[in-house]
């Protein structure tokens, strides 16, 4: 394409260092969607006739089925998909093919595909996350009232419902969704008509061609427009977000699935053996999900990393921006796919769960918050409360299994009402507070993300 400035044609061994081809030939439809939008705003604009118009659409429309019937020839010596797409529709309908390229460069073509790519595949996240964010409400609201332990630090803090539980990662990945969509007010922009890097002297439109294409918007400096890569580095970002939420939760199941916990039975079709030790039920699915995360931070830092010391405007390192999205694309997907098929099949082991309530003194809390009903002032009863337990260590006992006798002895305020404070379910129950575990609470909570996920996809729940 160049070699009316060059004596030489490249050398092999550098066409096959810089084609791009094998890598973004994957959006070979974005390249064709821009290309008849923009051409069709040539015609409009009178930059070319509507009968030239005409053909280069029907000859692109040509070169779509041949890709997708598997009859397209990618050559490597075009380097990229524009080009490779450029060459046969030339081919197809003669020299008007050419023209399909006026008013334009590479340079805003390439980032006008991918962003349309970026696009499309975000929304997709986006349902994907939906369908999870479902199957976390209807686990929600078949375990309202199985309590269990929560933890911080990792040790027994206070009992709460599993239900609340699993509504904290419905709240987490409704913010991946609504990150997705801010994301997108900055991907969803056209660059075409940007050209190289100074805009173009044809009478262009580019905001007919953003309408076409589904764009609200269109770039405002043709400079930042050829240079841009925000939008590559903030999806990839948005992927990292989403992996971290999902290796958290991961991470939670892998050590309720230890049987030393056995908070979580896994289902046979997520788990895996052992080749030496018959007895094994390896949570290998759920440690591997949480070990695709450090590969998308991995391609953030790519990106980044590309990006940091690049003058303006186009550099050919940006055609190393494709790889880290891609990557992080199959990735997320796959991910999010395996959990929610996961979340569907998993059981939770009540049993467990209640027998566990009795270990770490989580109802310290509730004595001391009764002490504090009695009129003694928090601080007194964090004090009296922690001497109790520590009495109880001494004796291998319970909170809920000493006398009141026994508990007179370090405050005499305490009455027969205090087996009540004591009780896990009825702990669990007066937490009344905005966002908190309580039954009727955790009900709002869910009525709450199912209207919310109603308007955004009519869901099912």
């Not at 078949?142 to 419902?161: D, K, M, R, W, Y």
């Not at 405002?220 to 939008?231: L, T």
């Not at 940091?308 to 921006?321: A, F, W």
Request: glycine share 6%; with cysteine; hydrophobic share 40%.
């Amino acid at each position: 394409m160049w070699k009316g400035r060059f004596k030489e044609d490249t050398s092999a061994l550098v066409q096959d260092y810089t084609c791009s081809v094998e890598i973004d030939k994957k959006f070979y439809l974005e390249d064709i969607e821009g290309s008849k939008a923009h051409v069709k705003m040539l015609a409009k604009q009178k930059i070319i006739s509507e009968e030239d118009a005409r053909k280069i659409l029907e000859g692109l429309e040509k070169v779509k089925r041949e890709i997708e019937d598997g009859k397209f020839e990618w050559k490597k010596e075009l380097e990229d998909v524009h080009m490779n797409i450029e060459n046969r529709l030339t081919e197809i309908i003669g020299e008007v093919g050419k023209k399909v390229h006026t008013a334009r460069s590479r340079n805003d073509q390439v980032v006008l595909d991918f962003r349309l790519y970026i696009s499309k595949n975000l929304k997709k996240w986006q349902k994907k996350l939906l369908s999870l964010i479902e199957e976390l409400i209807k686990k929600a609201e078949n375990h309202i009232e199985v309590i269990l332990p929560g933890f911080t630090h990792l040790q027994p803090a206070q009992p709460i419902s599993l239900a609340h539980y699993l509504l904290a990662y419905v709240f987490m990945f409704k913010r991946d969704v609504e990150r997705i969509e801010d994301a997108l007010k900055r991907i969803e922009v056209s660059p075409l008509g940007a050209c190289a890097l100074a805009g173009t002297t044809h009478n262009i439109d580019p905001l007919c061609v953003a309408k076409e294409l589904g764009f609200p918007k269109v770039f405002e400096n043709s400079i930042d427009a050829v240079s841009d890569r925000d939008f590559v580095m903030e999806s990839i970002f948005v992927g990292a977000c989403v992996m971290m939420h999902i290796s958290r939760m991961c991470e939670d199941f892998i050590i309720w699935s230890n049987p030393y916990f056995g908070f979580l039975i896994l289902p046979d079709k997520f788990a895996t053996g052992s080749s030496i030790m018959p007895q094994k039920k390896n949570p290998d699915i759920l440690e591997l999900t949480r070990g695709k995360a450090g590969r998308v931070y991995g391609n953030l830092i790519n990106i980044m990393t590309i990006l940091k010391g690049l003058s303006l405007t186009y550099n050919r390192d940006l055609q190393e921006d494709k790889f880290p999205f891609m990557d992080t694309d199959e990735t997320l997907s796959s991910s999010l796919e395996v959990l929610i098929e996961f979340i569907k099949e998993v059981k939770f082991n009540k049993k467990k769960m209640e027998e566990l309530l009795k270990v770490g003194f989580i109802n310290a809390t509730e004595l001391a918050d009764y002490l504090v009903k009695k009129g003694i002032s928090f601080r007194d009863a964090h004090f009296i409360t922690g001497r109790i337990v520590a009495y109880c260590e001494e004796l291998g006992k319970g909170l809920e299994d000493l006398s009141v006798s026994e508990m007179k002895k370090f405050c005499p305020l305490i009455e027969e009402d205090v087996y009540e404070y004591l009780d896990y379910k009825k702990s669990v129950m007066r937490r009344i507070s905005l966002g908190g575990t309580g039954f009727d609470r955790i009900k709002e909570q869910i009525e709450y993300a199912k209207k919310w996920i109603h308007k955004k996809n009519g869901g099912s729940v």
